[in-house]
């Protein structure tokens, strides 16, 4: 997660969660739904939007360099 800089990225423990889900990397994270990861993993959908908005960002910002 220190890749993603200033970006609302998920904690080790976090991505742990993720990971149980199949969500297991920054472009799998920014096509998820927010509302059906956050029902898989228990996360609040206001978090797993934000998470999917920094990794579309992240995403974004990595195919551009």
Do not use: C
């Amino acid at each position: 997660s220190r890749a993603w800089g200033s970006l609302d990225a998920p904690s080790e423990a976090a991505m742990r969660r993720l990971s149980a889900v199949d969500i297991e990397s920054v472009f799998q994270l920014a096509a998820a739904d927010p509302d059906r990861l956050a029902a898989a993993t228990n996360f609040d959908t206001e978090r797993t939007a934000a998470w999917g908005k920094a990794a579309r960002i992240y995403q974004k910002h990595s195919v551009q360099h």
